[in-house]
């Protein structure tokens, strides 16, 4: 007999589709939040279900998403490191008290700060808000950053200083339905969230799908046949790009001039600083064509006719491909600045945003486990914001710490004179997935202790001392908060095994054992009800939201303050300023783009791949993904393969000043001749981040993952592996 289906969604990426899982026939049923873990974990069934996101669609990682909760790699016990290396179980008592006296005694030995915290965008909000008020009660420490800083941190900070708030996409996704105009600017989403492109029909129909990318990618590929436009610029150089659209705008007196005078400020100084930026200076910059740049700058001022006889709007959408570098949030800023002289944010029908990305990539940046913030989106050097949150928690704003380090500037400081040299990781695998990666791995060894929370050994698990499982999404209760800022239920369908715990629990127990002042409920809805106290007041309001109230399946569009039906378009009558208007804010282009080829170097460029998620912890076990795709593969091109004498499905191998690769590689048109490819999905020597820097943008901390210089070369020999 199967049990009833639970309504969730899927674990992985910020789409959060929307998804029915049912118990599959003997296996454990669904059970209720305090139900008893059992040795028989439930196996479920994964089906898509009607969602405004999704329609029903999932991606492959969505299907198959249940195998894991049954993988024979399941850490099923704590592992505590032995005197010889090796890993042995211990019982959770054994394992939190060694994990509690080693916290107590280091911050007696060494201060609080000597404690480090690291947590993920793909915790539930509850966790997040959990994991950020642990470290600032329970260990003092104002140590704590998380993977997002990877992730989303250069499209807020922009975000935050255009609009004086951060919510990814300040529209509902259904909205692009009724576009006439999309511009994609580095995202390549038919892969990275492919339901995602049921949304683009609109614009495809209206031919005015365009896609911005150095690759030819699946997302580029939707704008063939009469469907839009393929920009394809040299890496890196997209702030030129819009710095040069913005400069056509102005010049041809495509602004929107009672809009700009309205609803924004710093018009005369954006003018100046994009009069350098003439069509053909552009072009020589980027390699982008005059005309297409021309025709492409009308496009998004005009639609086209039919558009504006329809009332079809214009929206303007950033990824991960020119967010990710030492510029990124600069070129965020210059796609909204171009935004905002067209008149496109706050309107009813047209829109700026960027796409988030892991699955509470947006909930999780939200409610404190960024370095410098409290819950609410406030911010921890505000002394109203301390006052406020120090109430809720029932302590002393004095006692809060406060503004920590972000994360890469964090993971530098691990095992050195006055850094980190406990630390704690709650969802992200940095060995792989964090810039320099070995300089991290060596950081990681030189810890005094490693304390690291997974459902499997991830390439940062095995490096731990002690290793804590815990719970995974089907079983476990929670919210997220999905890439159009919509609070949604994360329920439970499964029983967890009997060895594994939630990080509720873990927190709840560590708390207890430091002596921790205020409360930390294990139970998620408390948990929830607390955090929506928290945040009453601040820019991420969810103080109206309750289980409650997400059980009946309203839309929860944050800033959701009590006694508000929620907010899905934002900024329709002000900004988030004080003054409440948008704040044009000029920027510049530091340096020119990498002279392509300089000295036999190509640019590398990293990113995602349909199959896998992240640093492949998870997809790198699911056996239909795997085997589609089981190792990474250098994109490059033929002419380049040709002059390096490189050849299809041929061993390369890449270095850059951090390190070394060895793969195979993929010789395609797909490409830029001066650019390769790498997926950053694999371990080992495959890592992709062995090559990247890990030089930051200077305003979000960013590192630069989408732009290094490598030479590549080929292997004579195959390489046996
Ligand atoms: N399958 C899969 N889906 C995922 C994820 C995953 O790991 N796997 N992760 C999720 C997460 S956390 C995120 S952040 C999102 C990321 O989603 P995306 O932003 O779509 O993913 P990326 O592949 O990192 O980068 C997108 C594109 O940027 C292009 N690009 C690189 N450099 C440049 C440049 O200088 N300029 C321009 N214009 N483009 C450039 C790349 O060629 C690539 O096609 O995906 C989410 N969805
Ligand atoms: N070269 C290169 N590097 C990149 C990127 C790139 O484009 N190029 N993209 C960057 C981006 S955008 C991102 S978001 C990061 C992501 O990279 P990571 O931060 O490494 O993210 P994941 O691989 O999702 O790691 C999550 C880990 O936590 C575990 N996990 C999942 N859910 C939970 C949970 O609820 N609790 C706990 N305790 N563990 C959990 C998983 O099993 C996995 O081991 O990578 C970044 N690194
Ligand atoms: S697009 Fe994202 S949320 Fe949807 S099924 Fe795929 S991984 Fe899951
Ligand atoms: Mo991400």
């Not at 939200?366 to 302590?395: F, M, N």
């Not at 006692?399 to 500037?409: D, N, R």
Request: hydrophobic letters at 40%; aromatic letters at 6%; charged letters at 20%.
């Amino acid at each position: 007999m199967t049990g009833a289906s639970v309504l969730t969604h899927c674990p992985y990426c910020a789409l959060q589709c929307a998804m029915a899982l049912t118990p599959d026939a003997g296996s454990t049923e669904a059970p209720g939040t305090d139900a008893p873990a059992t040795d028989a974990p439930g196996r479920v069934t994964v089906s898509g279900r009607d969602f405004p996101t999704n329609r029903g669609g999932l991606c492959k990682k969505g299907w198959t998403s249940a195998e894991l909760l049954s993988s024979p790699d399941r850490i099923l016990e704590p592992m505590l490191r032995q005197a010889d290396g090796t890993f042995a179980p211990a019982s959770w008592d054994e394992a939190l008290d060694l994990v509690a006296g080693t916290l107590r005694s280091t911050r007696a030995e060494h201060g609080a700060d000597a404690v480090g915290v690291f947590g993920g965008g793909g915790l539930t909000n509850e966790k997040a808000y959990q994991l950020g008020k642990f470290t600032r009660l329970a260990l003092g420490s104002s140590r704590i950053d998380y993977n997002g800083r990877f992730c989303m941190s250069s499209a807020a900070a922009a975000g935050n200083r255009a609009f004086g708030l951060d919510r990814g996409l300040p529209f509902r996704v259904e909205d692009l339905d009724r576009a006439g105009t999309i511009l994609i600017l580095g995202s390549n989403v038919a892969q990275t969230m492919p339901p995602f492109i049921i949304h683009l029909e609109g614009a495809r129909a209206a031919g005015g799908l365009v896609v911005v990318d150095p690759r030819r990618t699946a997302t580029a590929r939707l704008t063939d046949d009469g469907a839009g436009m393929h920009v394809q610029p040299t890496p890196g150089s997209d702030l030129v790009l819009l710095l040069g659209l913005t400069h056509i705008v102005i010049a041809e007196k495509l602004v929107d001039t009672a809009y700009v005078a309205a609803r924004t400020t710093g018009f005369d100084a954006l003018r100046r600083s994009v009069s350098q930026w003439w069509p053909e200076r552009v072009q020589q910059q980027t390699g982008v064509p005059v005309w297409q740049l021309r025709e492409l700058a009308r496009r998004l001022a005009g639609g086209s006719t039919a558009d504006r006889v329809q009332g079809r709007g214009t929206y303007i959408l950033t990824g991960r491909g020119v967010e990710q570098h030492a510029d990124g949030t600069d070129t965020a800023t210059a796609a909204i600045n171009l935004s905002l002289v067209l008149g496109l944010v706050g309107t009813s029908h047209s829109g700026y945003g960027t796409l988030t990305g892991q699955g509470n990539g947006q909930g999780g940046r939200e409610h404190g486990q960024k370095c410098d913030q409290l819950p609410g989106y406030r911010k921890i050097d505000d002394p109203a914001a301390r006052a406020h949150v120090a109430g809720v928690w029932g302590v002393e704003p004095d006692s809060l710490p406060g503004v920590g380090i972000p994360a890469v500037e964090l993971l530098t400081t691990l095992g050195k004179p006055g850094g980190v040299r406990c630390l704690l990781v709650h969802g992200s695998n940095v060995v792989v997935s964090a810039p320099n990666a070995d300089r991290v791995r060596a950081g990681l060894k030189a810890l005094d202790f490693l304390v690291v929370a997974d459902f499997f050994f991830s390439e940062t698990a095995v490096l731990a001392d002690v290793v804590l499982p815990v719970t995974q999404w089907a079983e476990e209760e929670g919210t997220m908060t999905s890439l159009e800022g919509r609070v949604i239920r994360r329920r439970i369908a499964a029983a967890a095994p009997t060895g594994v715990r939630s990080e509720l629990w873990i927190f709840h127990e560590l708390a207890r054992r430091l002596n921790a002042p205020s409360t930390f409920s294990a139970e998620p809805s408390e948990v929830f009800d607390e955090l929506c106290r928290a945040s009453a007041g601040g820019l991420a309001d969810y103080s109206g939201l309750s289980y409650a109230l997400l059980d009946t399946e309203t839309p929860a569009f944050w800033p959701y303050p009590q006694g508000s039906t929620g907010t899905p378009r934002l900024f329709l009558e002000r900004f988030a300023h004080a003054d409440e208007r948008a704040h044009l804010v000029a920027v510049r282009a530091r340096s020119l783009p990498e002279v392509a080829q300089r000295g036999g170097e190509l640019t590398l460029i990293t990113g995602r791949l349909l199959e896998h998620y992240q640093s492949g912890t998870q997809t790198r076990r699911v056996s239909e993904l795997n085997a589609a795709r089981p190792d990474a593969r250098l994109q490059v091109h033929p002419a380049t393969a040709a002059q390096l004498g490189i050849v299809d499905d041929g061993w390369v191998e890449l270095t850059s000043p951090r390190g070394t690769v060895r793969c195979q590689a993929t010789v395609t048109v797909d490409i830029r001749f001066d650019t390769v490819f790498l997926p950053f999905h694999f371990a080992g020597d495959q890592r992709a981040n062995l090559l990247t820097d890990d030089a930051t943008d200077p305003i979000s901390g960013m590192p630069e993952f989408k732009k290094t210089a490598v030479h590549v070369r080929a292997l004579v020999e195959a390489r046996h592996v």
